[in-house]
């Protein structure tokens, strides 16, 4: 089945040491997300790709990176995580029909814990 | 920046009762879409409601559109246990591209 896959499903990271979130889709959609969630909270968007063209959300810290090799694969990179960036990380994908973006397909997450 | 507010931010209620929920945004959209979320797992698109419509339904979920409140409901009917979860109202922003979600309302039914 066509679907968004995250990995891990859990990561334990220690204070400033670099990490990387991962994700891969199958749909073929041309848009791809990286939401943050903490506990209890809504989604919150970090960046997303068009394509090859990447936009970041203006209060996005620059502790957050992200790259996108090819259609199918996105990652999250924090450089620096501190205790406040232990959350949820949630991609997601949906296809922009050149009028509007259709729903969102997410993944399963990856809960992130800093030490 | 726009964000749907949801309310209540908690409802629990009885197996076969029906749930509303409600969302209110700020300023004009072109669509409005309804999530659910298992705990400790991603979101699961259940309806979206564009705002020239002013009622959708699907199964057992009915969703509500208001352009002039600027709200939007969610009612479940005939719950059941597995439709506990949390729930968010999501809407596009100001450029017409990105969802922006609300808090959400976390739904508890009880067997």
């Known amino acids: 089945d066509a679907m968004v896959i995250q990995n891990p499903r859990y990561q334990v990271t220690q204070f400033g040491k670099p990490v990387t979130l991962s994700c891969s889709q199958t749909?073929?959609?041309?848009?791809m997300y990286w939401y943050q969630q903490k506990s209890s909270q809504a989604p919150k968007l970090l960046f997303h790709y068009y394509d090859k063209d990447f936009n970041n959300e203006a209060d996005t810290p620059d502790n957050f990176q992200s790259r996108r090799p090819n259609t199918s694969f996105c990652f999250l990179d924090i450089r620096s995580p501190g205790l406040g960036d232990a959350a949820m990380y949630l991609c997601?994908?949906?296809?922009?029909?050149?009028?509007?973006?259709?729903?969102?397909?997410f993944g399963s997450g990856t809960q992130l814990s800093v030490l | 920046s726009q964000q749907g507010e949801e309310d209540p931010q908690a409802l629990s209620i009885q197996e076969g009762e029906n749930a509303t929920m409600n969302c209110s945004y700020k300023t004009s959209i072109n669509n409005l879409q309804w999530y659910r979320q298992n705990s400790g797992r991603g979101l699961v698109h259940l309806i979206l409601i564009r705002s020239n419509e002013r009622e959708k339904h699907s199964g057992r979920l009915r969703v509500t559109l208001d352009t002039s409140k600027k709200s939007s409901s969610l009612l479940i009917t005939a719950s059941r246990a597995a439709d506990t979860a949390s729930y968010f109202c999501?809407?596009?922003?100001?450029?017409?591209?990105?969802?922006?979600f609300g808090p959400g309302t976390r739904l508890s039914v009880l067997p």
């Open positions: 997601a994908t949906s296809r922009d029909t050149g009028e509007a973006r259709e729903k969102l397909f």
């Open positions: 999501a809407t596009d922003d100001n450029y017409g591209q990105n969802f922006v």
């Open positions: 749909l073929n959609h041309n848009v």
